[in-house]
C-alpha cells in the first residue's frame, strides 16, 4: 500500500478463514455503511465479536448474516467500553484486536497477525492507521506518521486506563510493531464526519475545561521510566503548552498544511487541514461558552476515530 489510493481490500490473499487464533472485537452504533466490508476483512479471526451500544439501523442485522457474535452494551466510554469487551466471557482467546468498523485489514496485515502472535514474546502489538479522507490517503498533515496506537493485545496482559476520551491500552510486556497498517475509510459521507467532530469537539473542550486544573502537574511529575519520557512529553505538550497557543485555528491550519506539508496531499490535504482548522475553532466557542459539562459523556455516541483527533495531527 504505497500509493495514494489504497487498493481495495481482497478476501481471496488472506488467511484461511477462521484459521487465526484470535478474537476481533468491533464497537458499533449505526455503522451500516461501513460494517459489511470491516467483518469481511478479519473473517480469517478464529471469532469476531460486535459489541453494539444501540444501533437503530441494519449493523446487528449484517453483522450477525456474517456470522459475527453480537453483544449489546450501553455506551460506557472509550476506554470503559473496550474494557468491558476485553474482559467479557464471550471472548474465546487470550489475543484480542480491536478493530473500528469504519477500518478494514488488509490481507499482508492479516498474515503478518498471524504470524507475530504464533512467534513473538510480545504482550501486545501497535500499527498505523492509514487514513483515506475524500478518497485519498492522508499522508502527511502529521498524522500518519505518529499514528502508531496498541490494538492488538493479549488481554491477560493488559487493561484500559480510564480515560474519557484518546483511550490508551496499558500493557504490562512488551509492545511490538507490525509493520503493515490498517486501513480508515469511513464510507458515511462528509456530513457524517462533520457531525461527528461536533461531538468530538464536545469532548475535547470538556477535556480542555478539566485540564486546566491538573496541568501544573506535569511541571512537577516526571515519569518514573526516566527510559520513556514520550507519555510525558505528550501530556506536557497538549496540556501545558498548547492551551498558551494563540490564534489555535490558524496555527493548527499553518502547522498540519505548510509545517507537516500536508500541501502534498493534494485537494484533500487542504480540505482535511481546513475542517481540522474549523473543529479547534468549534473547540474554542464550546470552552468558553461553557456548553460542556460532565452529562455529554453518557450522551455522545461512540462514533469512530475519537483518538486519532486527540492524539494525531497536533
Sequence with gaps: MTRSHVTPYCP????????????????????EANIRQCVHSVGWASQVVVVDSGSSDDTVKIARALNAEVVQQAWLGFSAQREFALRHSVVMNNWVYFVDADEWVSPELAAEIDFRIRSANHAAFSHRLRLIFQGRWIRHCGWYRGSWVVRLVDRRYTHYDGSEVGERARVNGQVGRLRHDIVDEDRKGFSSWLEKHVRYAELEALRRKRSKLSAGRHLRILPRDRQDTRPFLRALIKDVVYPAVPMKPVALFVYMYIARLGLLDGRAGLRFCFYHAWYEACVGVLAREGDVDSRNEQALAPSQGQRRLQSHGR
Design 12 to 31: 481471496a490473499d488472506n488467511p484461511p478463514q477462521q484459521s487465526v487464533p484470535l478474537t476481533v472485537v468491533i464497537l458499533t452504533r449505526n455503522e
